[in-house]
C-alpha cells in the first residue's frame, strides 16, 4: 500500500506561481511512475503530466506544457509540479498519483493522494 499526500495548493492571482508537492510512503518508489490530474469544479478529472521512475521521461497535456513542469527526487520519495503563468481555468483540485510500468492510473497497483486545492482568482 502506497500513501501519496499532496501539499503546496493554494490561492493565487492570474500569472503567479506554485509548486506542488506529493509525498509517498514507499520504499520503492522510484519503481513508480509519477502524475498529476487536476479536476475542475462539474469537469471530469483530466490528466496533467506524468514522469517516469528514473525522472528521464516526462509527459504533458497539451494545455500545460510550457507551463508546467513535474520532477521528482527519489531520496525524498518526492512528486512535484511547477505552475507558472497561472490561468483562471487552472483552477481545480490537483492529484497526485502512482502506477507501475506496464499498468494503467486506475490499475489495482494504482494510488491516488487526496488532492491539494488551487484557485485561481482573475
Known amino acids: 500500500q502506497v500513501q501519496l499526500v499532496e501539499s503546496g495548493g493554494g490561492l493565487v492571482q492570474a500569472g503567479g506561481s506554485l509548486r506542488l508537492s506529493c509525498a509517498a510512503s514507499?520504499?520503492?518508489?522510484?519503481?513508480?511512475?509519477m502524475g498529476w490530474f487536476r479536476q475542475a469544479p462539474g469537469k471530469e478529472r483530466v490528466f496533467v503530466a506524468r514522469i517516469s521512475g528514473n525522472g528521464g521521461n516526462t509527459a504533458y497535456a497539451d494545455s500545460v506544457k510550457g507551463r508546467f513542469t513535474i520532477s521528482r527526487d527519489n531520496a525524498k520519495n518526492s512528486v512535484y509540479l511547477q505552475i507558472d503563468s497561472l490561468k483562471p481555468d487552472d483552477t481545480a483540485l490537483y492529484y497526485c498519483?502512482?502506477?507501475?510500468?506496464?499498468?494503467?492510473?486506475?490499475?489495482?497497483?494504482?494510488?491516488w493522494g487526496q488532492g491539494t486545492q488551487v484557485t485561481v482568482s482573475s
Open positions: 514507499t520504499r520503492t518508489f522510484n519503481t513508480y511512475y
Open positions: 498519483a502512482a502506477t507501475l510500468p506496464g499498468s494503467t492510473w486506475y490499475s489495482k497497483s494504482a494510488y
